[in-house]
């Protein structure tokens, strides 16, 4: 068992936080009704709270959602953007609600550059110049419209109410902070929120969040509107363009807009649709390069057979797989309204088994990207594009952002992850308001030409990948983790545990994670080097990053033939994370 977990910090420091013995135990519950899971207690309460006040699985994600922005402000909330995947069970279909942050119409391609070099990564996460245009009000908004039955003012009752009473900061909180204090200083209204005389806040400490109350109380009485062109969105474009400095500080300004605000628009997009072994794989399309990514592993997967052989080469498999689909990300995927990617290609079956051919005994270095345009299968596409570079960049970013899942009695579905990028975003609070700003325009590759250029009204590529998975039409199991482009990882490493490695939900969730994204090495976690299975690995030539990290903070859900589920959370990452069912069974 862990003792300790290595968390990154955003300004170059470490931090060794020693995870208490106690939170080894999965967060597991089966029973009957609707079910959560999420990585925070009072979200998950938040979301059961509006099932039982007979709610569907949207009200009740938006609910935990708007209490995970007050529980847990450094990964997540509506200073931010996110994806969110629906089953809805009347009409058997899965829709996606991308609302992904976009570049303000300032954006131009150079906008990281000076002298034609990249600016520094640091001093633009810590920015308004990092900051896209927040979407998950407006996210939040098309969900309840469309496949809510509530409304703002019922699903945002129970954030209100934390934000307003208080939560008691957390050993995860606290050492999240302390990472972040160097960024958090810059900033007058974030250090008045979040630090006492420069320091993080000791655990126990009681934060309430009245700017945020107040926010999401203009939003229950306003609507969507309140956020994009009343008040705050002034305040937003403000903190944006003049960020809200303490004294002495600096940072780079944005150039955002209230029409950039008034013109943010989600996206109701068909879900990426992918088949492994007799399962139907629903992930996120484009510009989250999740689903696809996800779905070429798997497809690159489905020619072993990994049940019949050893875990040692399954999880070898596993690992090269990921390379390769990982090449292939970084080269072609990106925002589709800007960039046409040959995902038909990607995806096909054809491509898997030319890509898994490449797969030897022993582990790959790094690995070109492959020409999908060959299996594209689209007359309109005679010429090859040659494979943008592949970013050299690996950062760490284990598990910023959030993921939850809910379903309802109805058997309506959600698997949902959103973010406000790094921990604490630009690190800017939006005076009056208590949310912190995204810095998600660090996700655009600084340097073209690549397809993931920022461009003004583009979203930048996302590694997010809620998933629900079906098998005979009927849901199955979703899964969802944070952490950057680790998430892509986790998700994969956790279908590939629970369907051929026969794991049950909760031992797919807590085995340790392996994150192989085409780097000089792969990513684990604290444990795993030195212990027999990363011996015998390493004997195949598979090599481990310095410095192990946590990955990762999955949720999922398991629904029995039956009509039971089970809700799955994590049992040490992140500290511990929170399932409910709204009747108990076995
Ligand atoms: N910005 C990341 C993405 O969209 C999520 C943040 C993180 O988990 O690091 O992929």
């Known amino acids: 068992m862990r003792n300790a977990l290595l968390l990154a910090c955003g300004l170059g420091l470490s931090i060794v936080l020693h995870a208490p013995p106690a939170a080894a135990r999965t967060p597991l519950a089966t029973g009957t009704g609707g079910a959560v899971a999420t990585i925070s207690e009072p979200a998950s309460q938040a979301a059961m709270a509006i099932l039982d006040q007979g709610g569907n699985a949207v009200d009740a994600a938006v609910a935990a959602a708007a209490t995970l922005g007050v529980t847990d402000p450094f990964s997540c909330g509506i200073g931010g953007g996110g994806f969110m995947l629906v089953y809805l069970a009347r009409e058997q279909r899965v829709i996606t609600i991308d609302h992904r942050e976009t570049a303000p119409a300032s954006v131009t391609p150079a906008v990281f550059l000076e002298h034609g070099k990249p600016l520094d990564f640091e001093t633009v996460v810590a920015s308004g110049a990092a900051v896209g245009v927040p979407g998950t009000v407006r996210g939040w908004h098309e969900a309840l419209q469309r496949y809510g039955s509530m409304e703002f003012r019922q699903v945002l009752a129970p954030a209100i109410a934390v934000a307003e009473k208080g939560f008691q900061v957390t050993e995860i909180f606290h050492h999240l902070t302390s990472q972040n204090e160097r960024k958090f200083q810059l900033y007058a209204p974030t250090s008045a929120l979040y630090l006492r005389d420069g320091k993080a806040l000791p655990p126990g400490t009681l934060v309430r969040n009245p700017g945020l109350a107040r926010a999401y109380r203009e939003i229950a009485a306003g609507g969507v509107k309140a956020f994009y062109e009343g008040p705050i969105a002034r305040a937003i474009v403000e903190a944006v363009n003049r960020p809200p400095l303490a004294p002495g500080a600096r940072a780079l300004a944005g150039r955002m807009s209230l029409a950039d605000l008034a013109n943010y628009e989600a996206r109701i997009r068909p879900p990426l649709r992918s088949s492994y072994r007799g399962y139907e794989v629903f992930g996120m399309p484009l510009p989250s390069s999740g689903g696809a990514t996800v779905a070429e592993a798997l497809n690159i997967l489905e020619g072993f057979e990994l049940r019949r052989m050893p875990r040692l080469q399954a999880e ?41 051919k490449l797969i030897g005994p022993r582990a790959a270095r790094t690995v070109a990207a492959g020409d999908p345009y060959a299996f594209q299968d689209d007359p309109s596409i005679p010429l090859r594009p040659r494979p943008a570079r592949t970013g050299a960049r690996l950062q760490r970013e284990n598990a910023h952002t959030t993921h939850l899942t809910v379903s309802d009695k109805d058997g309506n579905v959600v698997s949902y992850t959103f973010t406000i990028e790094s921990w604490g975003g630009s690190g800017i609070v939006v005076p009056g308001y208590g949310f912190l700003l995204n810095n998600e325009l660090t996700d655009f590759d600084f340097g073209g030409p690549h397809p993931n250029v920022p461009e003004a ?9 809620p998933t629900i998975v079906l098998k005979d039409g009927k849901p199955a199991f979703t899964i969802g983790s944070p952490g950057g482009a680790t998430i892509i990882t986790t998700v994969l490493q956790t279908i590939f545990n629970h369907l051929d490695l026969g794991m049950p939900m909760d031992a797919a969730l807590n085995a340790p994670r392996l994150s192989e994204r085409n780097g000089a090495a792969t990513s684990v976690e604290p444990g795993f080097p030195g212990s027999p299975a990363a011996r015998a690995l390493e004997r195949l030539g598979h090599r481990w990053e310095s410095d192990p990290e946590e990955i990762g903070a999955a949720s999922a859900l398991v629904f029995h033939p039956d009509g039971s589920v089970t809700a799955v959370s994590e049992g040490r990452r992140h500290g511990v994370g929170t399932a409910l069912v709204q009747r108990k069974g076995h």
Do not use: W
Not at 457 to 462: A, C
């Open 457 to 465: 009204g583009k979203r930048p590529r996302s590694s997010m990948a």
């Open 316 to 356: 070898h498999l596993y690992l090269e797989a990921s390379r390769l689909a990982f090449a292939d990300r970084n080269a072609y995927l990106a925002d589709p309204e800007y960039v046409d990617a040959p995902l038909a290609g990607l995806l096909s079956k054809d491509f898997a088994a030319a890509r898994r």
